[in-house]
């Protein structure tokens, strides 16, 4: 298992100056990788970001987060829009062949925000798919995996359950596309963590770890134990990265901007210690049990 985190549990933006503090924090912290969004803001020397983070046994994750055009989204019916997303993925693709991302994560069948004021048909999921196809193998020529994160029905209509996502995986046809599985954003589109979780297998790439309310695992109601059950049962050895936003910026301006209203991060540092503390026991308790129903 390998865990980390996303840089805005610390920050509200990213550039140079702020890659040293960052990568040095995720170090002390004992994670394996971070999470960094990119967009049209981004400013920084992504062959530099790779060279800090490799000094320090990180590895990269790389999401849209930054400004990201709301024009740029692979299910609108205009060719020319699509055409304009495709080729604004690759860049941001680019970068991580340049920094050494090893996946390039997000809501990517869409646009976080846009939802379909009409129930769309079959022909929204297949242009979706050709531009998935496409930008699945502009990843892998960079080396790093196209991973889709099921967001709520509150931030899109494309796809929001396990079922949505491993429908358009077939549809797109291509071995380098995976999922990331969102803890808070299934908690709406759910019955059964369990069930999501064993659907997913064997694309399940990686977890957003957050609560109900977007704080630290073990400070809200979702079933972490079912979640750890599942995931070790299964054999699972994935990437694991806590998310949410720092509460602490800006006298809560950067978190309120982005819908987070409750004061569940004002200190990243003990955000994560917190929560990693947390699912390390979860899954220390999980994997004693099922090595024990593997010796009876």
């Known amino acids: ?17 702020e890659l040293a503090c960052v990568l040095d924090r995720a170090a002390a912290l004992n994670l394996s990788f971070v999470e960094i969004p990119v ?52 860049r941001m693709l680019d970068l991580c062949g340049e920094c050494g991302a ?5 809501a990517l069948y869409g646009h976080p925000g846009r939802i379909a004021d009409e129930r769309p048909g079959p022909a929204e999921r297949e242009r979706i798919a050709r531009g998935l196809h496409a930008l699945a193998e502009h990843a892998r020529a960079r080396g790093a995996k196209l991973v889709l994160e099921p967001m709520s029905h509150f931030r ?15 549809l797109a046809d291509h071995p380098n596309l995976f999922v990331l599985f969102d803890t808070y954003h299934a908690c709406t589109e759910i019955r059964s963590y369990s069930t999501a979780l064993s659907a997913l297998m064997p694309r399940l790439w990686g977890i957003h770890a957050c609560e109900n309310h977007r704080g630290a695992p ?25 998310e949410s936003y720092n509460t602490g910026l800006r006298n809560g301006a950067f978190a309120w901007s982005r819908g ?32 024990g129903m593997i010796d009876m």
């Open 1 to 17: 298992m390998k865990y980390g985190a996303h840089i805005y549990v610390w920050v509200d933006t990213f550039g140079d100056a």
């Open 39 to 90: 967009g049209d803001d981004s400013r920084f020397d992504p062959r530099r970001l790779g060279a800090h983070a490799a000094e320090r046994g990180l590895e990269l994750v790389l999401s849209p987060g930054g400004l990201w055009p709301m024009d740029c989204d692979l299910s609108l019916g205009d060719a020319g829009r699509r055409r304009t997303a495709v080729a604004w993925h690759s």
């Open 102 to 106: 090893v996946a390039y994560t997000g």
């Open 156 to 170: 899109t209509h494309v796809v929001n359950t396990p079922e949505q996502a491993n429908a358009l995986l077939k």
């Open 218 to 242: 073990g400070t809200g109601h979702l079933p972490w134990g079912e979640i750890a059950r599942t995931l070790s049962e299964a054999g699972w050895d994935g990437w694991i990265g806590l």
């Open 260 to 291: 987070l209203l409750h004061d569940v991060c004002p200190d990243g540092d003990a955000f994560v210690r917190k929560g990693l503390a947390f699912l390390r026991r979860q899954f220390r308790e999980c994997s004693r049990s099922v090595t």
